[in-house]
Structure formats: C-alpha cells, structure tokens
C-alpha cells in the first residue's frame, strides 16, 4: 500500500506548487462574466417601468403615430379617423372605407393603441370644440392631414403630463413636456 506523501520539506517542489495554486483561470472568470451579461440583456428590458418613462413614451408614440396616419392618407388618398375617451386610456384608429364607415386598418401599426397601460388622455382641445374633458371625440385625418388645430393632453396616474400639438395643413405634430395650452 502506498501513502500520499505528506506536504512538507521532503516533497518534491512540483507536488508543492500544485498543491498551492488554486483559484480560477482567467477563462473560467470570462465565462462567468459573459453569462451573467447576458442574463442581464434578457431581464433588464422586462423590468417595470417608471410612470414618467410611460408617459414620455405614450407621447412619443402617439405624436409619431398621428404623422405616420397623415403621410399614408396622403400617400393613399384615404381617409382616418381616430376615436379619443377623455379620462380614459381609450384611442381607437379607424380607416375610413369605400362606403365612408370606419373599419379597422389593416397596418398592423395602427391596430395597436399608442398610449401605455396607466397613461390616459386628460383632455383634447380643438378650437371649434373646446375642451373636451368627457365623452369621445372623433379626429379625423384626410390627405391634407388633420382639419384643425388639435392638442392632447396625456396623463399618469402620478399627475404628470405631455402635450402633443397637431397642427393642420402640414402634417407637423410636435409633443412636449407638461400641461401646454398654446405652443411655445
């Protein structure tokens, strides 16, 4: 039988640095690095976002939205329409039909509401309307783009707000931080 031979003076140096090198290699550190990075890039993205960030983004979405309706009005020569509930998370978008009523488009783009879950629409002022604080407003958006003058105001559940301006005959639409009444 034989015996291990025990660390001290007698064993050989080589036994000796073997036995006392331990620790991780530069690779194993690399790899270890290199999945939880990409962990990360997988949960990071799902995390909750803040309300601001909701709101910023709905405003966003929604102005960019209402230029992409009036450029393919115009580019199509057809005519939408989109159905807003004041207090409400509410934005429907309708494309008019041969036979002049709304039917759903058939860009899936536009089939999607481009407000967020939490974000609702305060109000919409249109100069021959008002403010409509209640009820359901219809903005329509022909080949010309959008017929009036129009602002949206967007809310969080915090009492934030982003403004989005459409301005008629142009197809600019601008969105901005807070509760605006009038362009800057």
Do not use: C
């Amino acid at each position: 039988m034989r015996r291990a031979p025990d660390i001290g003076s007698d064993a050989p140096l080589l036994y000796r640095k073997n036995r006392i090198q331990a620790g991780f290699t530069l690779i194993e550190i690399m790899v270890v690095l290199a999945i939880i990075s990409m962990v990360m890039l997988l949960v990071i993205p799902r995390l909750p976002s803040s309300d601001q960030e909701n709101l910023k983004t709905s405003a966003l979405t929604f102005a960019s939205t209402l230029r992409y309706i009036q450029e393919r009005a115009a580019t199509s020569q057809t005519g939408y329409y989109i159905t807003l509930e004041p207090g409400t998370d509410s934005v429907k978008i309708y494309e008019i039909g041969a036979d002049g009523s709304g039917k759903e488009p058939s860009d899936p783009f536009l089939q999607k509401s481009p407000v967020k879950e939490g974000i609702i629409v305060a109000d919409v002022s249109i100069p021959r309307l008002g403010k409509v604080s209640d009820g359901q407003v219809r903005l329509d958006v022909g080949p010309a783009g959008v017929r009036d003058f129009i602002i949206i105001h967007l809310r969080s559940a915090a009492g934030k707000f982003w403004t989005v301006m459409a301005f008629p005959s142009g197809g600019k639409v601008k969105e901005y931080e807070g509760n605006l009444e009038a362009p800057p």
